[in-house]
């Protein structure tokens, strides 16, 4: 973002040094904002910083064109209300140097970097140099300051909303139940609905012969779970399908379900441990409620403070669609 002289800004565009004899480079002014202003690069280039932030992110595809289209959408906002959150840092005369050079320590401590020299390498081989990084981070952390100085350290919760939140909420603080389980596992497709059977025959008798279920599993069970040894893991109601599910009730710690037909395969479940479950105590809920109601009235509260941070500066969009997203 660039100062601006008056005149440019009403014209809407800014000259910047020439590149050889003879050429000047006009710059399209996109938005003023008080004394700064936006130009078309600013944009294109928090534009591509934002798509490879996002790209980094390795999201599911739908989660990914949601965020993309949003972007496209409100990255003017975006980049208008940080403009204005920084120019709030600057007026409020906000010092962040001991934060930058703490969360820059624990950025290397957190990511195996030994020095800075590694740290500047690292962050120029993913393609930003090194001193843009550290203003961005820096800018960063002066948003975050003036949210935490004019909203965050003022929210206050009293005892009796958390309390009523609590009570008022059981299904969000109870813990649902909880299996652990072996399996043995005989696919369907690579054999014949004979061949099928006769292994699980000979699975059956196995474990009727007292034989451990691990035993069972790393003799006859097809991988990946004859090389686990039938241990197929800890599993929340409701996150395994229903036909697997449901046989598991009324088992007791160590009984096994009969054969289950699911995904073209068959199963043999073993019930190694079953939490039921249970509300948690309030104490035991009140951190989860506590930041529940934080995030709340910070979600209220930083919505209307950025409202009239918006409503008491100058902001004049010269061309809203700078990027061509909805051409």
């Known amino acids: 973002m660039k100062k601006i002289i008056a005149a ?36 294109r280039e928090t534009y591509e910083r934002r798509v490879a932030e996002l790209r980094a992110q390795q999201v599911p595809p739908e989660e990914y064109d949601r965020q993309l289209e949003f972007l496209k959408k409100e990255l003017l906002e975006l980049m208008i209300t940080d403009l204005l959150l920084l120019q709030k840092a600057k007026e409020l005369d906000l010092n962040v140097q001991e934060q930058l050079k703490a969360m820059i320590e624990k950025l290397k401590q957190d990511n195996n970097i030994a020095s800075d020299a ?25 948003r975050q300051g003036v949210l935490y100085t004019e909203i965050e350290r003022a929210i206050v919760l009293e005892d009796a909303e958390v309390v009523q939140y609590y009570r008022q909420n059981p299904a969000e603080f109870t813990e649902p139940t909880e ?26 008798a196995k474990l009727a012969s007292g034989a451990p279920f691990a035993d069972a599993a790393a003799e006859l069970s097809d991988p990946p779970l004859k090389e686990a040894k039938g241990e197929l893991g800890t599993f929340k109601a409701g996150e395994l399908e229903p036909a697997l599910e449901s046989p598991l009730e009324g088992l007791a710690a160590g009984e096994t379900t009969g054969w289950i037909n699911a995904r073209n395969a068959w199963y043999r479940l073993q019930l190694v441990e079953k939490k039921d479950s249970r509300l948690l105590s309030f104490e035991e809920a009140r951190p989860q409620v506590e930041q529940k109601l934080y995030n709340q009235k910070r979600a209220v509260e930083t919505e209307a403070f950025l409202k009239r941070l918006r409503e008491e500066s100058y902001v004049k969009v010269l061309n809203a669609d700078p990027l061509g997203f909805n051409k």
Request: glycine content about 6%.
């Open 8 to 43: 440019m800004a009403l014209a809407g565009t800014v000259w910047a040094a020439a590149p050889a004899v003879g050429q000047e480079v006009v710059e399209e002014i996109v938005v003023v904002v008080n004394d700064d202003i936006i130009t078309l690069s600013d944009c």
């Open 118 to 142: 590694d740290l500047r390498r690292a962050i120029e081989q993913q393609g930003m140099p090194y001193e843009v990084w550290l203003r961005e981070y820096e800018e960063g952390i002066m």
């Open 179 to 204: 299996y652990t389980l072996n399996a043995v596992y005989v696919a369907g497709e690579s054999r014949t609905a004979e061949e099928a059977e006769a292994i699980k025959a000979a699975i059956d």
